[in-house]
């Protein structure tokens, strides 16, 4: 397995029907990214996790929030996205992975705000589900996101953001 090829898959197992967006960009390219994700939405505010790297948050117009002390529900759900990093990716999937670590943050964090931006690294990408598994801590928390929140009532209607964000975008940095 080459990390280009799996970083490639990644990006092509996002189904067309989900508001997911997958971007590769250079490792200087990545602060811009997630500020064109959050233009592309019209966000006015980003809740920023502990620990996450400063080269991550882009400069612009949008408040921050910082989960520090921890943001009320009421704070979080007024928060129009969150950017995170990731545990691990999964190519085969199309999924991230979260362990709640550095940059992170608390669950929370990723379900409340309308819009979830993600951004992992080329070399956190695990071809499939058990290489990825082997990635993990066994003893951590993990949420494992494959698209925005989606469901569909008793009519089969397609109903949006009842159980997370609307909106999920990757940016997946380094590789070729």
Same mark, same amino acid.
């Given at each position: 397995?080459?990390?280009?090829?799996?970083?490639?898959?990644?990006?092509?197992? &996002?189904?067309?029907?989900?508001?997911?967006?997958?971007? =590769?960009?250079?490792?200087?390219?990545?602060?811009?990214? %997630?500020?064109?994700?959050?233009?592309?939405?019209?966000?006015? +505010?980003?809740?920023?996790?502990?620990?996450?790297?400063?080269?991550? &948050?882009?400069?612009?117009?949008? +408040?921050?929030?910082?989960?520090?002390?921890?943001?009320?529900?009421?704070?979080?759900?007024?928060?129009?996205? !969150?950017?995170?990093?990731?545990?691990?990716?999964?190519? &085969?999937?199309?999924?991230?992975?979260?362990?709640?670590?550095?940059?992170?943050?608390?669950?929370?964090?990723?379900?409340?705000?309308?819009?979830?931006?993600? !951004? &992992? =690294?080329?070399?956190?990408?695990?071809?499939?589900?058990?290489?990825?598994?082997?990635?993990?801590?066994?003893?951590?928390?993990?949420?494992?996101?494959?698209?925005? +929140?989606?469901? +569909?009532?008793?009519?089969?209607? =397609? !109903?949006?953001? !009842?159980?997370?964000?609307?909106?999920?975008?990757? %940016?997946?940095?380094?590789?070729?």
């Amino acid at each position: 397995m080459t990390r280009d090829r799996t970083s490639s898959a990644c990006s092509s197992s &996002v189904p067309p029907r989900y508001r997911a967006t997958v971007v =590769r960009v250079p490792p200087a390219g990545a602060a811009a990214a %997630v500020g064109h994700a959050l233009a592309r939405t019209g966000a006015r +505010s980003l809740v920023v996790p502990p620990g996450l790297p400063e080269d991550l &948050v882009p400069e612009g117009a949008w +408040s921050l929030l910082a989960d520090v002390p921890p943001l009320t529900a009421g704070q979080l759900d007024a928060a129009d996205a !969150v950017v995170t990093t990731v545990a691990t990716a999964i190519a &085969v999937t199309g999924t991230v992975t979260l362990d709640h670590g550095p940059g992170q943050g608390r669950r929370v964090l990723t379900l409340l705000p309308d819009q979830h931006i993600c !951004v &992992v =690294r080329a070399d956190q990408i695990a071809s499939d589900v058990p290489e990825a598994w082997g990635l993990l801590d066994p003893y951590r928390p993990l949420t494992l996101i494959s698209g925005p +929140s989606a469901t +569909s009532d008793i009519e089969l209607d =397609r !109903v949006e953001g !009842v159980h997370g964000p609307r909106t999920l975008d990757i %940016v997946v940095v380094g590789g070729a």
